[in-house]
């Protein structure tokens, strides 16, 4: 099994049912260290996005999936969003959805906090 953080509406158990086919339960609380959350504004909904920033920090739920549905949520996260490898302050090592700075989508985020 891989270990996932997430963040935004991947904690949302009708999207996990949606995307996987399955709930992943509710996850144990964990906290990023790093990136700061920011908004993807988007043709008709606005995402959650995380960004790096030092000094910050981002809330979320720690779960396990398999490579296959990691794969899975590659393809649903998209241009948008890359999938890195973080160590949360647990010390779990986990992946992560963040920004990807190089997407055409990068001129549509904008930070939710001040710091």
């Excluded at 043709?43 to 899975?72: C, F, M, N, W």
């Excluded at 010390?91 to 939710?112: D, G, M, V």
């Amino acid at each position: 099994m891989e270990k996932l953080f997430a963040y935004g509406t991947l904690c949302d158990p009708a999207t996990q049912e949606r995307l996987l086919g399955r709930l992943l339960g509710d996850g144990v609380p964990d906290t990023l260290r790093g990136y700061m959350l920011s908004r993807l504004r988007g043709i008709h909904d606005d995402y959650t996005i995380v960004q790096p920033k030092a000094g910050s920090t981002v809330s979320g739920r720690l779960y396990e999936v398999t490579h296959e549905e990691l794969e899975l949520l590659d393809t649903y996260e998209g241009d948008a969003y890359q999938r890195v490898s973080v160590t949360l302050m647990s010390k779990t090592r986990a992946w992560l959805y963040c920004e990807n700075p190089r997407s055409r989508f990068s001129h549509h985020i904008e930070p939710l906090e001040s710091k």
